[in-house]
Nanobody
Framework: QVQLVESGGGQVQAGGSLRLSCAAS????????MGWFRQAPGKEREFVAT????????RYADSLKGRFTISRDIAKNMVYLQMNRLNPEDTAVYYC???????????????WGQGTQVTVSS
């Protein structure tokens, strides 16, 4: 399995930006597809974005296109999520995951980080 550690969460005012980071270690061949998901209180975990580790192809939730950008740094074994023009509806715990598919179905991902809290105040 791949070990994942997220960082970069915090509190920000509406309209602001945050960049989340995910450090990956372990069985690198297991992280062909990596993704970001989020879970707000009382809601199911939802797909944010996925990236193919080897060819950098990306996919986003339709509602987040244009505001969020996923990227990866092969040399550093890092995945990032740049979040711009944040609004209170983006408040959630954000999770990094590995080993799934580009469609972003949570059940397909075998490795998960512990999550990082993002809180957007109005």
């Amino acid at each position: 399995q791949v070990q994942l550690v997220e960082s970069g969460g915090g509190q920000v005012q509406a309209g602001g930006s945050l960049r989340l980071s995910c450090a990956a270690s372990g069985r690198t061949f297991s992280k062909n597809v990596m993704g970001w998901f989020r879970q707000a209180p009382g809601k199911e975990r939802e797909f944010v974005a996925t990236i193919n580790w080897w060819n950098s192809m990306t996919r986003y939730a339709d509602s987040l296109k244009g505001r969020f950008t996923i990227s990866r740094d092969i040399a550093k074994n890092m995945v990032y999520l740049q979040m711009n023009r944040l609004n209170p509806e983006d408040t959630a715990v954000y999770y990094c995951a590995a080993g799934g598919t580009m469609t972003g179905t949570p059940a397909d991902f075998g490795s998960w980080g512990q999550g990082t809290q993002v809180t957007v105040s109005s």
